[in-house]
C-alpha cells in the first residue's frame, strides 16, 4: 500500500497519533482502488488493531471520535448521509484523495512558502479537491479568504508548497461549512451549503396580494 501526497498532507493535519493509525492501517489498506469504498467498518476489528499494546480503547464511541477526525480533514466521508452521533459500525466510507489525479498539479509540489498578504488557491484544485471531500458549494467569500490568510500571517513559521496551502484552505472551507452554528438554508447528503440570498414571498403574503391587489386601481 502506498499513499499518495494529497494523503500524506492530510495526515499531517491536526489529528491525534491514534487516528493516523486507524486510517494507516485500519482503513486504507481494505479500500477498492478503483470505487474509493471500503468494506463495512467493523469495530471488534478497528479495537483490536488500536488495542495493540494496552487497551485504551473499549467503546465504539471511541472509534468514532477518531473516524471524526478523519472526516475533519477530507481523508474520509461516508457513502451516504449518517447521523454523527449515531454508530458508524457497519457503515461504508469513501476514501477520496485515493483517487486524487496528481500529475498535472505536480508543479504546486515544488514551491515552498510562508502565507501572503496577495495569496489566492489555485482555482481549479480547489475545484477538485471540494468534490473529492464533499464540498458542494465551494465558491468562497472574499471573507473566507481574507480569514484564512490573516489566520496563517500570523504564523509566519509555517511553510507549506502552494498545493498544501490550497488543500489546507479548501478543508478549512469544509469545517466552516459544517461547523456548528453555520446558518444553512438547504442541506444535501452531510454537506450544508448556503444559498444565494434571494427574496421569497411566504403564502400569506401572496394570499394579501391577491386579496387586495384587485382593488388597486391603475
Do not use: C
Not at 121 to 137: F, H, T
Not at 191 to 211: C, P, S, Y
Amino acid at each position: 500500500m502506498q499513499i499518495n501526497k494529497a494523503e500524506q498532507t492530510a495526515l499531517l493535519q491536526s489529528l491525534s497519533n491514534d487516528a493516523r493509525t486507524l486510517y494507516l492501517l485500519g482503513i486504507r489498506p481494505s479500500v477498492d482502488e478503483k470505487t474509493a469504498k471500503t468494506p463495512p467498518l467493523n469495530y471488534k476489528s478497528l479495537l483490536i488493531l488500536l488495542n495493540a499494546k494496552e487497551e485504551k480503547y473499549t467503546l465504539g464511541r471511541q472509534v468514532n471520535s477518531l473516524i471524526k477526525e478523519l472526516l475533519n480533514v477530507g481523508l474520509v466521508n461516508f457513502q451516504e448521509e449518517v447521523e454523527l452521533n449515531h454508530s458508524f459500525n457497519g457503515k461504508v466510507l469513501l476514501l477520496p484523495l485515493t483517487t486524487m489525479e496528481e500529475n498535472e498539479y505536480s508543479n504546486l509540489h515544488l514551491n515552498w512558502h510562508t502565507m501572503k498578504l496577495n495569496w489566492t488557491p489555485n482555482e481549479k484544485l480547489v475545484a477538485d479537491l471540494s468534490k473529492l471531500v464533499g464540498i458542494i458549494d465551494y465558491q468562497y467569500s472574499a471573507n473566507e479568504l481574507g480569514d484564512f490568510i490573516a489566520y496563517w500571517l500570523g504564523r509566519p513559521e509555517s511553510q507549506f508548497t502552494e498545493y498544501q496551502w490550497t488543500q489546507k484552505f479548501v478543508f478549512n472551507l469544509k469545517k466552516m461549512r459544517l461547523a456548528h452554528g453555520f446558518k444553512p438554508t438547504q442541506k444535501i447528503g452531510q454537506q450544508i451549503v448556503q444559498t444565494q440570498a434571494g427574496i421569497e414571498a411566504d403564502e400569506n403574503t401572496k394570499n394579501l396580494v391577491a386579496k387586495y391587489g384587485k382593488t388597486v386601481k391603475t
